[in-house]
């Protein structure tokens, strides 16, 4: 939760979509995550939405655009009166429709399926930003002296090692040089370059991702620069890029590692000149972006194997910033727990309290190999599959942990034959191919389930189907 200081009155914050549940879940998840006091008010329907506008008093709003309006439903809100922040969702994902949503007056666009707690630190951020105009971060010695302290711009964690990211992101937000973020998987590194975006003087203007890993080597180009009518197959109308969506903002490129070396070397051209050129066009374009990219790879590891070119690393890695592990960050993980619990038992109508004391015990000796992500997954499975006043050790089943009745079991275990081991990567294609047919053959959900990278998945499908052909 981001620390406030002094006590506000409450701001109204509007939710328009008609479903019931997707509602239920993000009041759930802005009241969870408030960071300044809000009252959250629903709305079925634009009808609904512009007679709450009309009525005055709303400070910021999330707006469905597949109520059949598109973004009319934006433009209409903001003649109906709504002049604070909104933030446009819909389940088409195209860049087109990102465009036309802040040509209408949103202040960000989200592509549903999304975490509602994503579209709610996001909001937040927008509304603290247009109405409180403070300091993001309090200075590193009144911060000490408040042990209310518990996270910042959505961080959630008052260790030592994560203090001294928030000071980092404090310093560096305001520079426009580029940020390169590494840290393992899980650890928040998207967090971190949204941290960055609102912290500095490109709020006003768009926070737009993309993630590496998780666009076909093809589309790539395409998905940051652009394209006219024509340029290829499939190309029947002009849009333009991430680059250009994020003009006067910040562009974040997510696993930056898994880019493909000439895509690089176009980056590369952009990063230098400020300019871009769509595909299949003549024009040059000028774009005033800011860099944030990050990976979970070594960097040097990446040059070195010739997969990541040197001279765009050095123009990228300007201001370094690491993320800790969990296991870094001592005591963060109780408080990143009962935060998960608090928000998943709203979404889920359950009626968890808290931890026992086994439990949270249980939480802090737990290695996290999966970080933060692997928390989160775990306090959601409890929250789905049990019911109760308070979460027992028994409840989380984490990986390795021994049961009550094993552990006061301490006579010899008898001995057992040794199961056939099949190979590893026999296992691994196992694992994998169950994966995708869980999810429908789409491995970016798949890749999302076992956290791995689409393009893992890609090659090793590659793989195996060359081995079955020479065999």
């Not at 910021?60 to 597949?66: E, I, Q, R």
């Not at 087109?96 to 802040?102: C, K, Q």
């Not at 994560?162 to 426009?176: F, G, L």
């Not at 895509?263 to 051209?269: D, H, I, N």
Request: hydrophobic share 45%.
């Amino acid at each position: 939760m981001v620390a406030t200081r002094g006590s506000q009155e409450p701001v109204r914050v509007l939710i328009v979509d008609d479903d019931p549940a997707f509602r239920r879940s993000l009041t759930a998840a802005l009241i969870a995550s408030a960071s300044i006091p809000a009252r959250i008010l629903e709305a079925a329907s634009l009808a609904e939405a512009v007679a709450f506008a009309q009525a005055g008093g709303l400070a910021a709003a999330a707006v469905s655009l597949d109520l059949g309006g598109g973004a009319d439903t934006v433009a209409s809100l903001r003649r109906a009166g709504l002049s604070g922040p909104v933030v446009a969702t819909s389940a088409r994902g195209s860049v087109a429709i990102a465009v036309e949503a802040i040509r209408a007056g949103a202040d960000d666009f989200i592509v549903k399926p999304f975490r509602p707690d994503d579209l709610a630190r996001r909001l937040y951020a927008r509304l603290g930003e247009a109405t409180m105009r403070a300091p993001m971060i309090a200075p590193a010695a009144e911060r000490e002296a408040d042990s209310d302290f518990e996270g910042f711009q959505g961080f959630i964690g008052g260790s030592p090692a994560m203090r001294s990211v928030y000071d980092q992101i404090a310093r560096v937000a305001p520079s426009k040089a580029s940020v390169f973020v590494t840290g393992e998987s899980g650890t928040g590194k998207e967090l971190c370059a949204e941290a960055l975006h609102f912290c500095s003087g490109r709020s006003h203007a768009p926070f737009i991702a993309i993630n590496c890993s998780a666009i076909p080597r093809e589309l790539m180009e395409s998905e940051i620069f652009g394209h006219v009518k024509g340029a290829f197959t499939g190309a029947h109308e002009e849009r333009p890029g991430a680059a250009e969506l994020a003009h006067g903002g910040t562009l974040f490129l997510d696993e930056i590692c898994e880019m493909d070396l000439a895509l690089q070397a176009k980056l590369l051209r952009f990063a230098q000149t400020g300019t871009v050129r769509r595909v299949g066009d003549t024009r040059l374009r000028h774009i005033d972006v800011r860099f944030v990219c990050a990976t979970n790879r070594e960097p040097a590891r990446e040059i070195e194997a010739g997969r990541f070119r040197e001279d765009l690393f050095y123009r990228l890695h300007v201001l370094p910033l690491h993320l800790p592990t969990l296991r870094e960050r001592t005591g963060d993980v109780t408080l990143l727990a009962r935060a998960f619990l608090a928000r998943f038992a709203g979404e889920e109508g359950r009626a968890f309290a808290g931890f026992t004391a086994e439990a949270e015990a249980a939480l802090e000796a737990h290695p996290w190999p999966g970080n933060v992500r692997e928390l989160q997954n775990i306090i959601r499975r409890v929250v789905v599959l049990h019911d109760g006043e308070f979460v027992t050790a028994d409840m989380l089943a984490l990986p390795g942990a021994a049961t009550h009745e094993a552990a006061r079991d301490t006579g010899p275990l008898p001995r057992r034959a040794s199961p056939p081991i099949d190979p590893y990567w026999r296992q691994e294609q196992r694992i994998i191919e169950a994966a995708l047919e869980a999810f429908g053959g789409n491995t970016q959900k798949a890749a999302s389930a076992l956290e791995i990278s689409p393009s893992t998945i890609y090659r090793k499908r590659q793989a195996w189907t060359q081995a079955r052909g020479t065999a």
